[in-house]
């Protein structure tokens, strides 16, 4: 298995455990402490590559921003 960050490895479980598995990187934002948008949004960026997360461009507001859904370990 890939070796995560401690960082990596906390959103990750943001990702799954508190946004059911599927989030913008601002609903994640909301569940850190300490950490800026561009960090978390990075992190996420570092699992998709990872093929820990896939990324899709959906409208949120009156943007559109990229979400991010964790894939399912197998």
Excluded: H, P, W
């Amino acid at each position: 298995m890939n070796k995560l960050t401690d960082k990596q490895e906390m959103i990750l479980n943001i990702l799954k455990d508190e946004c059911e598995g599927s989030a913008f990187a601002e609903d994640v934002l909301e569940k850190t402490e300490g950490l800026s948008i561009q960090s978390v949004r990075a992190t996420l960026s570092s699992l998709a590559t990872k093929g820990l997360a896939t990324k899709s461009k959906e409208v949120r507001g009156d943007k559109i921003l990229t979400k991010y859904t964790a894939v399912a370990a197998e």
